[in-house]
């Protein structure tokens, strides 16, 4: 993938966010998208090595879309400015629908590269089945919590949206209370493109991705001990 024309195309769509000058540079996005695409699928050849389940991803419906739902947004520009995928064992692009876990990543127009494992704002019912599976295995949990490449890589989780209190039905003397009141089960971080070529960028998210499954992994447990719950 050729990430300087990658980065020079968001760019230049971030300052010229209409539908002119989108069609206008059509083929410019269908080179890009179609080189987005190979990268995609190279990475869930990547991730099948150490997460099996991710081998039946499509890589097409692992790609978000760069229209965006203006409809009840104060911004009405139509195109995002990134380019963006999240990979899931049954391909579907938003985890909070119930998709379980995912690998996710996107570049956007200043040249950074964001990644993040896990699951985003889940559902009420699958949130309370994460909190409840804490609390059934505190120790399971805390053993991820600690995994070196999870640390290393990403640190903690992380805390966007954190309840001040303790969810309802959960008690404040629990063990892990303080990761009972998130509202995401994610790990993030980012780093500039500048200077990586198509290999180096795929290098750095398996690497990524092998740092944050064992969170994944982790949350793949709660799908199958509180389905339905």
Not at 186 to 197: L, Q, S, T
Not at 216 to 227: F, K
Request: proline share 6%; glycine share 8%; charged share 25%.
């Amino acid at each position: 993938m050729h990430l300087i024309d990658l980065q020079a195309y968001l760019s230049e769509l971030s300052e010229n966010n209409n539908r002119a000058w989108f069609v206008m540079n059509k083929p410019r996005y269908d080179i890009l998208r179609a080189e987005f695409l190979q990268l995609v699928t190279e990475l869930i050849q990547g991730i099948s090595k150490f997460d099996g389940a991710i081998a039946g991803c499509e890589a097409k419906k692992a790609l978000f879309r760069i229209n965006r739902d203006v409809r009840f947004a104060h911004d009405k520009s139509p195109y995002k400015t990134t380019f963006s995928a999240s990979i899931l064992p049954s391909g579907r692009k938003k985890p909070s629908e119930g998709g379980g876990p995912a690998y996710y990543f996107q570049i956007d127009a200043n040249g950074s590269l964001f990644f993040a494992c896990g699951e985003y704002m889940p559902p009420s019912d699958r949130l309370r089945a994460i909190r409840q599976h804490i609390v059934a295995d505190p120790e399971g949990f805390e053993k991820m919590l600690k995994n070196k490449k999870l640390k290393s890589g990403f640190g903690t989780l992380q805390e966007e949206g954190k309840l001040s209190r303790p969810p309802k039905g959960f008690a404040p003397e629990l063990k892990h209370i303080e990761q009972i009141k998130l509202k995401n089960f994610m790990v993030w971080a980012d780093c500039p493109i500048k200077g990586m070529d198509s290999s180096q960028l795929k290098s750095v998210l398996l690497n990524a991705f092998q740092n944050g499954w064992p969170l994944v992994e982790w949350l793949r447990s709660v799908e199958q001990d509180y389905s339905g719950a």
